[in-house]
């Protein structure tokens, strides 16, 4: 969808509910068809994160997590209508915006959960606080490109390839009360290293960047994430802030990864990473 021009372009025409159905519809009855080892790659991981639940709800998972895939592609088009228009709501929404307007620099923790850059886009809308986001771009150029272009209409600062981490650090040590949006959970060699799901893996990747910044600086971690409670609609919920100036980095993965580590598997069929790795694989 990205990387068709006009498809990018009737998405952004139609009104958001309607581009939101029709990019889950897209998702779930053509690219589901198309991705078919992604699809059964999903499958595998999925019962080995629900072994609880029978094949036939295993599979409703599937079908639903296609569709919130396909929505999400098709919301970057609208994700200013998406923030001014009521469609998200807050778990504790006083506590939470409490937390964003207390002082110092924050690093805002998340994983590929219900629609991440509605969430980037949501903390941005809901405070004052500088912000940055990191992410890696997608290998096709044109895609790559739309892409940027999209997130930097929503996300303030995004930054990525050589010289991110001297304008992370720059970011969070000039700019007051500074906020740098991370994903945790991002994928290498079909595997992830966050989440743990019981694997005894020391951090890495992303986390193990954030912990350093997070010493380096004085800056106190907010875990969140968003759920997709029905077509265009979401909820976030967040964790109590984690100061590393009074916990290990032990301690604070622990409570990390507990957190979004649950979230990944409660709510599997909105997680991206479950159709990109490999969980019958040994971990480097």
């Given at each position: 969808?990205?990387?068709?021009p ?9 009104p ?5 159905w ?5 998702s ?9 080892l992604?699809?059964?790659?999903a ?6 994160l629900?072994?609880d639940?029978?094949e ?7 079908t639903r ?6 929505r ?6 609208n994700i200013d209508r ?39 886009a949501h903390?941005?809308?809901s ?5 940055l ?20 209409s ?5 930054i990525?390839g050589?010289?991110?981490?001297r304008?992370?650090?720059?970011h969070?040590?000039?700019?007051d ?5 991370i994903l945790l959970?991002e994928r ?5 290293c966050?989440?743990?799901f019981?694997?005894d893996l ?5 986390l193990?960047?954030a ?6 600086v ?20 967040w964790?109590?802030?984690?100061d ?18 649950k ?6 069929d909105?997680?991206?990473?479950l ?7 040994p971990?480097?």
């Amino acid at each position: 969808m990205l990387s068709n021009p006009f498809l990018f372009t009737l998405l952004r025409i139609l009104p958001a509910s309607v581009a939101s159905w029709l990019g889950g519809w897209l998702s779930a009855h053509v690219a589901r068809r198309q991705m078919k080892l992604r699809d059964q790659r999903a499958r595998t991981n999925l019962a080995i994160l629900r072994p609880d639940l029978p094949e036939a709800a295993q599979e409703a998972m599937l079908t639903r997590r296609w569709i919130n895939l396909g929505r999400t592609m098709a919301e970057l088009t609208n994700i200013d209508r998406l923030i001014e228009n009521n469609h998200i709501t807050v778990d504790d929404a006083a506590g939470y915006q409490q937390v964003l307007d207390g002082p110092g620099p924050m690093i805002a923790l998340a994983v590929h959960l219900g629609n991440w850059d509605l969430l980037a886009a949501h903390i941005k809308a809901s405070t004052d606080r500088p912000g940055l986001g990191v992410y890696d771009p997608p290998e096709n150029a044109a895609q790559a490109a739309m892409l940027k272009r999209a997130r930097s209409s929503y996300m303030g600062e995004a930054i990525t390839g050589e010289g991110a981490a001297r304008g992370i650090l720059k970011h969070l040590t000039t700019k007051d009360r500074a906020t740098l949006y991370i994903l945790l959970d991002e994928r290498r060699d079909r595997q992830v290293c966050f989440p743990r799901f019981g694997r005894d893996l020391p951090p890495s990747g992303n986390l193990s960047v954030a912990l350093r910044l997070g010493r380096k600086v004085g800056a106190k971690f907010l875990p969140f994430y968003m759920i997709r409670t029905g077509g265009p609609h979401f909820r976030v919920y967040w964790h109590a802030p984690l100061d590393p100036a009074q916990l290990t980095d032990a301690q604070i993965m622990d409570r990390v990864d507990g957190f979004l580590g649950k979230a990944c598997i409660d709510h599997a069929d909105q997680w991206l990473a479950l159709h990109d790795m490999d969980l019958t694989a040994p971990t480097a």
